[in-house]
């Protein structure tokens, strides 16, 4: 079993930056590949970014490439999403996933996070 828990969400100025980051308890951290979602008011949850089990490989969604960086810290259990050049359709409820596999892009993984919310204001 492992527990997500993120934070780092907010409210930002179009232009700005925020870095998101998500805790995991549980079993052993380094194991999973981990991701993040996102859900945005009145559409489907969809894919933004994974890495793998132990960093060497991340994965973007295209909106995202060049303005968002997914990272581990295996020391630290924690995976982050660092946002730049934020957008107001980048607003969203964020969730961080993992899985023992590869994080698939259709939302189909093991766990789930409850979320934090990411609002860019035009």
């Known amino acids: 079993q492992v527990r997500l828990v993120e934070s780092g969400g907010g409210l930002v100025q179009a232009g700005g930056s925020l870095r998101l980051s998500c805790a995991a308890s549980?079993?052993?951290?380094?194991?999973?590949?981990m991701g993040w979602f996102r859900r945005a008011p009145g559409k489907e949850r969809e894919f933004v970014a994974a890495?793998?089990?132990?960093?060497?490989?991340?994965n973007y969604t295209d909106s995202a490439k060049g303005r968002f960086t997914i990272s581990r810290d295996i020391a630290k259990n924690t995976v982050y999403l660092q946002m730049n050049s934020l957008k107001p359709e980048d607003t969203a409820i964020y969730y961080c996933?993992?899985?023992?596999?590869?994080?698939?892009?259709?939302?189909?993984?093991?766990?789930w996070g409850q979320g934090t919310q990411v609002s860019v204001s035009s």
């Open positions: 996933a993992a899985d023992l596999n590869s994080i698939s892009v259709t939302g189909v993984v093991a766990y």
């Open positions: 549980g079993r052993s951290f380094s194991g999973y590949a």
């Open positions: 890495i793998s089990r132990y960093g060497f490989t991340t």
